[in-house]
């Protein structure tokens, strides 16, 4: 049974101060029609300008998440995206009127709270899932950050945080089932060092913060000095270290809040994909950069797959048969795996290989169940990249094509006798110094069996 699109009953706003700016900001949720997804409004601005919470236009992480489309910028907006992900909220209008969203208690719980007040409405259009068929992972050497994304039907999601303090020490969380969100994750604040604190203060880059709303760690020895210092900055009369290893005024709400805030920031983040995707996330050590990175990863991975095969009659006359092939490769039966070559322009070529049960390689390869070997597919793949490299230069006849690397070479079904391959590859960038870096699939019918990235160089016979 399909499920069905939501947005919410009906328009509900809280208020609040930005925890950097220290603006004082509305925000209003409005309901949404399908396949809206999640748009912020600034209404403060001329015209009211609108954008979708997408990767494409992320252009800070340095201290939440902030988005940017022709001006109009919104900012720390990652509880709010979370807590919509969290309540399955699929369509959603966000105005504010400054551009940083109030930062509240440092959580998801007060967005929660409001959206399940007015709860939710189904809409006529059923929800679509991107549904992975490999393994994603994305990896930061520098900060230590792996973030993976496994096949699965359900949406799951762990974290692990370990930063080499021993007052915070290694923690993991999990989210297993998300209508598990409201109560095990929304709640869990965001946190920081007292030297990530103190430097942020020192540098005016925390105008709205108290307190309430972040768990403060404190992983070095403090003078009674830095604490009056400190009770001044948060208008407070006194602050001390409390026995976990945290400023007053805070009691823990689970012993792992840190690492559950971590899974709630995966979500809000992960949101900027564009769409829902089933599948299984672990992520060690995530921060709103690797976040961002990793769902600009399975987000270009969900538009290559969504991409159907190339537009061609095969039955019409190609830009170049086998003649013109011959004119222009040094292969020949039975390495000439090229058959036509139906278009190519500046920066595309699309070949095709008809795949005969009188190959020569059938008899030795599984000859009880042929199957194109992979090597081979990746040889047709690589000459019908070689005319688009000898297509640049006004005599091909006088240069050959060497190719210097093979890279993402991934097989995805079996090619068996009977099959037309269908190359589609496409230049990553412009050739220079004679290097051509391309990259394409190989589709038979609209199921794509392979694709491979490709480095190769054009080199001048010699006479």
């Not at 988005?67 to 720390?76: C, I, N, Q, S």
């Not at 209008?93 to 940083?100: D, P």
């Not at 399940?116 to 930061?140: C, H, M, P, W």
């Not at 409390?242 to 840190?258: C, P, T, V």
Request: net charge negative; aromatic share 6%.
């Amino acid at each position: 049974m399909s499920e069905k699109q939501t947005t919410i009953a009906e328009a509900v706003s809280i208020t609040g101060i930005g925890l950097h700016t220290g603006l004082h900001v509305e925000l209003i949720f409005k309901p949404a029609k399908a396949n809206t997804g999640y748009v912020f409004r600034r209404v403060d601005m001329e015209g009211q300008p609108e954008f979708q919470a997408l990767a494409d236009y992320v252009v800070d992480t340095s201290r939440g998440t902030t988005l940017e489309y022709k001006g109009a910028r919104v900012t720390t907006i990652e509880h709010v995206l979370a807590a919509l992900v969290g309540l399955n909220i699929d369509n959603v209008i966000v105005e504010m009127n400054q551009e940083e969203a109030p930062i509240l208690d440092g959580s998801s719980f007060f967005y929660v709270e409001i959206l399940q007040k007015v709860g939710l409405i189904s809409l006529e259009a059923d929800r679509e899932y991107f549904e992975l068929d490999e393994v994603i992972t994305y990896k930061n050497d520098e900060r230590k950050t792996e973030m993976t994304i496994i096949p699965d039907s359900t949406r799951r999601i762990s974290t692990m945080i370990d930063y080499n303090t021993k007052v915070l020490g290694t923690q993991n969380a999990e989210l297993n089932d998300l209508s598990d969100f409201a109560n095990e994750i929304a709640p869990c604040r965001t946190f920081v060092f007292l030297h990530e604190l103190e430097f942020l203060l020192d540098h005016n880059l925390i105008k709205g913060g108290d307190l309430s709303n972040a768990i403060v760690f404190v992983n070095k020895e403090v003078s009674e000095k830095e604490l009056i210092r400190l009770a001044g900055l948060f208008n407070k009369p006194k602050v001390k270290v409390m026995r976990r290893g945290i400023l007053n005024n805070l009691e823990l709400k689970f012993d792992n809040e840190a690492a559950r805030h971590k899974l709630l920031d995966v979500i809000g983040d992960m949101a900027l994909i564009g769409m829902k995707i089933k599948g299984r996330v672990i992520a060690v050590r995530p921060g709103h950069e690797t976040n961002v990175e990793f769902a600009k990863l399975i987000r270009a991975h969900i538009k290559n797959h969504r991409q159907g095969p190339p537009k061609i009659d095969l039955t019409q006359k190609p830009q170049f048969n086998i003649e013109d092939i011959k004119k222009m490769l040094p292969h020949r039966n039975p390495f000439l795996l090229v058959d036509k070559i139906m278009k190519v322009t500046e920066d595309r070529v699309i070949g095709v290989k008809n795949v005969s049960m009188n190959e020569n390689f059938f008899v030795g390869h599984f000859p009880d169940e042929p199957v194109m070997p992979a090597v081979l597919q990746i040889e047709a793949m690589a000459q019908s990249g070689g005319i688009l490299v000898l297509s640049q230069v006004p005599d091909p006849e006088n240069y050959i094509t060497y190719f210097l690397k093979i890279d993402n070479v991934r097989l995805r079904h079996k090619v068996v006798p009977g099959d037309t391959l269908v190359f589609d590859l496409k230049l990553l960038s412009p050739v220079r110094r004679g290097l051509c870096h391309m990259g394409g699939k190989a589709w038979v019918g609209d199921k794509v069996v392979m694709e491979a990235e490709m480095l190769a160089q054009i080199v001048k016979k010699k006479n």
